[in-house]
């Protein structure tokens, strides 16, 4: 099993930055990929960005490229999506995940991140 435990969420005014960080433990050692997702009210929830847990391969969502970092920490077991100007559009819950090498889906709690115009 791996536990996840995110941080950083709060309300920002459009424009400004948040970061938000991952905590993992328990079964780190199997952990392939991590991600963040997002869930705003009345949507699906959506991924916005991953990395692969040993090359540090990173992708992104087309509405956060260049706006969204996402970066990690192998000794910490941390992974960290520093995001910079936010926009309303961004308000959502967001999600840590990891995918362990055997293909076992874990989630955070959810973070609320909200972004005021």
């Known amino acids: 099993q791996v536990q996840l435990v995110e941080s950083g969420g709060g309300l920002v005014q459009a424009g400004g930055s948040l970061r938000l960080s991952c905590a993992a433990s328990?079964?780190?050692?199997?952990?392939?990929?991590m991600a963040w997702f997002r869930q705003a009210p009345g949507k699906e929830r959506e991924i916005v960005a991953h990395?692969?847990?040993?090359?540090?391969?990173?992708g992104y969502a087309d509405s956060v490229k260049g706006r969204f970092t996402i970066s990690r920490d192998n000794a910490k077991n941390t992974v960290t999506l520093q995001m910079n100007s936010l926009k309303p559009e961004d308000t959502a819950v967001y999600y840590c995940?990891?995918?362990?090498?055997?293909?076992?889906?874990?989630w955070g709690q959810g973070t609320q991140v909200t972004v005021s115009s």
């Open positions: 995940a990891a995918r362990d090498s055997y293909s076992n889906d874990y």
């Open positions: 328990g079964r780190t050692w199997s952990i392939y990929n």
């Open positions: 990395i692969v847990w040993s090359g540090g391969t990173t």
